[in-house]
């Protein structure tokens, strides 16, 4: 688990030109909201709270969050950050409050050690997932899972429920859900080849719905 302290402003202007105000001064509005809580509105600085996120704990990194010029403390994790759809930059976000004695939900990411065999004898890695939903406590939130990836052989496939255990933390994603499969090279070939198939026969068949029936250019005469 990684900690941090935070100062935030509290924001009593609310709506969208307020909103555009505080972004174009290098703020995000934000919100505070947790179970049985009040909400509380906040202005958060995008540049230092890059910074929190730089840590090895990433977006899992537990906020001692301080409301400047008031007694407010709040321990928050970052549950959702809205993204503007041109820039890809945060416009809003939404902080839960923990309570350290009951579990959360977060999304643990995943890293991989080791070059599979499968890679190692012509095979290409092909990765379906990134991370996985855990719930446990605030205390137990790891950085990451880490998955030794390095006796996969092509055409096997490395699973969620092949994970393995960590103390104090459910893995709660589907079992079932592949995480990871090495791919022979000439799947990969046959799959590519499959879809640019598909394509010409669609282009194809537009192709010949566009033009007009012969006997169409006749009745033109």
Do not use: W
């Amino acid at each position: 688990m990684s900690t941090v302290q935070f100062n935030v402003t509290k924001r009593d202007s609310l709506g969208k030109e307020a909103s555009k105000k505080f972004r174009r001064d290098g703020l995000i509005p934000a919100v505070v909201y947790g179970k049985n809580k009040e909400n509380l509105n906040i202005n958060v600085n995008h540049l230092k709270l890059k910074q929190i996120f730089k840590s090895d704990a990433g977006e899992n990194t537990i906020i001692e969050m301080q409301v400047e010029d008031s007694d407010i403390k709040k321990k928050v994790l970052l549950k959702e950050a809205h993204l503007d759809t041109l820039t890809s930059n945060p416009i809003h976000l939404d902080f839960y409050e923990i309570n350290e004695s009951e579990k959360v939900k977060v999304s643990c990411p995943l890293k991989f050690t080791g070059k599979p065999e499968g890679v190692k004898n012509g095979g290409v890695i092909q990765t379906l997932a990134n991370e996985v939903q855990v719930q446990c406590l605030p205390e137990n939130i790891p950085n990451n899972i880490e998955i030794d990836i390095a006796h996969l052989e092509i055409g096997e496939t490395f699973r969620v429920e092949d994970l393995t255990e960590v103390e104090g933390v459910d893995i709660v994603s589907n079992p079932n859900s592949t995480v990871l499969s090495i791919l022979a090279p000439r799947l990969i070939t046959e799959t590519q080849e499959a879809s640019s198939e598909e394509e010409g026969e669609e282009q194809q068949e537009e192709s010949s719905e566009e033009k007009p029936a012969e006997s169409d250019k006749e009745e033109g005469k």
